[in-house]
């Protein structure tokens, strides 16, 4: 799993490709069709046509999980290694989000399987906070998946965003027990820090082992038989 300097992640599949995660696009007029498009194309964008590798930006229609090659995934951010199996003092001591997950991976033939399939079969609707392209990768190294995805999904960076003011508004009422700004700045990051951690994929009691041949059933997404007897009904009506 990698990172780049704007927070994207994605998947290494060999072949200098990756695969990754981002709202649904229009490819001929550029424009996102998910409601956090916005906010994703702020943060990373892939260039419109690659010289190099003629597949790269391959994704199934209404699907947002793309093939791109390690330059254009990378554009000009630099690669980092997301850590899997990490102690939990390792995860309590990055301040920053994102980075690690006491979860551990499974081998990569697995992980790379995951990736491929989800990239002929689609991983659900992007949405920033819930299923982005941290959550797809923690599902491919893991395979795990939250049961409850009313809530906030497994990535670090969401439980970030979420945590840094949460923990802001929780030790308020320590912090005018500590005129000293020192306790006060250590109490509000060792409560983001907890916050952080609670949620982490390998500490969560929310999660479970999920193949990726039945994805579409815990994403709520129609299966092979139901979107071929959709199609069949829908060419049923053109004919009449």
């Known amino acids: 799993m990698f990172c780049i300097a704007s927070c994207h992640a994605g998947i290494f599949v060999g072949g200098s490709k990756v695969v990754h ?9 550029g424009t996102g069709t998910s409601s956090n498009s916005d ?4 943060r990373f964008s892939l260039p419109s046509s690659c010289s190099t590798f003629p597949d790269c930006g391959f994704t199934q229609p209404n699907s947002g999980v793309v093939l791109s090659c390690l330059d254009c995934f990378l554009g000009k951010g630099s690669l980092y290694c997301f ?3 990490v102690t939990p003092s390792v995860f309590l001591s990055r301040v920053r989000g994102g980075t690690c997950t006491t979860a551990t ?3 990569p033939e697995v992980v790379i399987h995951r990736a491929m399939y989800l990239l002929q079969n689609g991983f659900g609707n992007y949405d920033v906070f819930r299923n ?3 959550d797809f990768t923690l599902y491919c190294k893991t395979g795990l998946l939250i049961a409850d995805k009313q809530g906030v999904g497994g990535s670090g960076q969401a439980s970030s965003v979420i945590g840094a003011p949460l923990a802001a508004i929780l030790s308020s009422p320590l912090n005018l027990l500590m005129p000293n700004p020192v306790g006060v700045a250590t109490v509000t990051a060792g409560m983001y820090c907890m916050s952080r951690y609670a949620t982490d994929m390998g500490v969560r009691t929310d999660v479970i082992k999920v193949a990726v041949e039945d994805l579409a059933v815990n994403l ?4 092979p038989d139901k979107e071929v007897a959709e199609n069949e009904a829908s060419n049923q009506l053109i004919a009449i």
Do not use: A
């Open 21 to 29: 995660f981002r709202p649904e696009r229009n490819l001929n007029s």
């Open 39 to 42: 906010l994703y194309d702020s």
């Open 83 to 85: 850590e899997y199996g």
């Open 105 to 107: 991976s499974d081998p």
């Open 132 to 134: 982005n392209c941290e």
């Open 220 to 223: 709520g997404l129609p299966g």
